[in-house]
């Protein structure tokens, strides 16, 4: 069966920090990836994405994602995180070649960046 | 300006009866979906339409029923409510996946309908 993993609830982290948002999938063949970012009230933003290509995929705000076949994973990285960064983050995976394919979220990680 | 709108906003109801949630998108796509996000965050696609053609339908009570008028709208009807049905309702919008490319498609997400079932 195909599934997404996000193992961390919540990750906090300094202002200026590194941060980093870790995902991890199950599905077979080459799927797409996806990073959704919702903030408080509001629907879910497009980040960005991992079609095929160069492992390292650069997205809106600064942040990247790795995208790592050996150990099927795709974290979600920033380099210097920001207050304005709090958010719930979600990984998303979705099977190639079918438009009627589904895409399957993660359970979301909440991101906290601390002054 | 707003690409994916949603209405109405909040819906607060009692158990057992009939309520709809509209959607539009002004972004030509011709994909649309929606999704439940539960209280725990768990966020769920529910259908799929494609030029006005269900093609994602996925284990959902019968008593939620999508309707298209057109392309540009897809609405959710739910009857009988019940209080497992509390969650926030999103839609959502893209183009259709180019042959080869299908499952690419980014989403564009409208702000959400929180419905509370009493």
């Known amino acids: 069966a195909q599934s997404v993993a996000q193992p961390e609830d919540q990750v906090n982290v300094a202002e200026g920090n590194p941060l980093t948002v870790k995902c991890t999938y199950s599905?077979?063949?080459?799927?797409?990836l996806f990073w959704y970012v919702q903030y408080p009230n509001r629907g879910l933003q497009f980040l960005l994405k991992y079609i095929t290509g160069d492992n390292l995929v650069k997205g809106s705000y600064g942040f990247e994602a790795e995208f790592n076949k050996s150990q099927t994973s795709f974290h979600l990285k920033k380099p210097s995180a920001l207050v304005s960064d709090s958010a719930l983050y979600f990984c998303?995976?979705?099977?190639?070649?079918?438009?009627?394919?589904?895409?399957?979220f993660g359970s979301g990680t909440r991101l906290s960046i601390r002054p | 300006d707003t690409a994916v709108s949603q209405t109405p906003k909040y819906l607060v109801t009692q158990m057992g009866n009939d309520k709809s949630i509209k959607c539009e998108q002004n972004l030509g796509h011709d994909t649309m979906y929606w999704y439940k996000q539960d209280s725990k965050k768990f966020l769920k696609i529910m259908f799929s339409y494609n030029n006005k053609e269900l093609i994602i339908n996925e284990t959902v009570p019968n008593r939620f029923s999508p309707k298209s008028p057109d392309k540009a709208h897809l609405n959710l009807h739910i009857n009988s409510l019940e209080l497992g049905d509390s969650a926030v309702y999103f839609c959502a919008s893209s183009f259709p996946g180019l042959a080869g490319a299908q499952g690419q498609e980014t989403q564009y997400f409208g702000p959400g309908t929180r419905l509370l079932v009493l």
């Open positions: 998303a995976v979705r099977p190639p070649y079918s438009s009627a394919s589904k895409i399957i």
């Open positions: 599905v077979s063949g080459n799927p797409y």
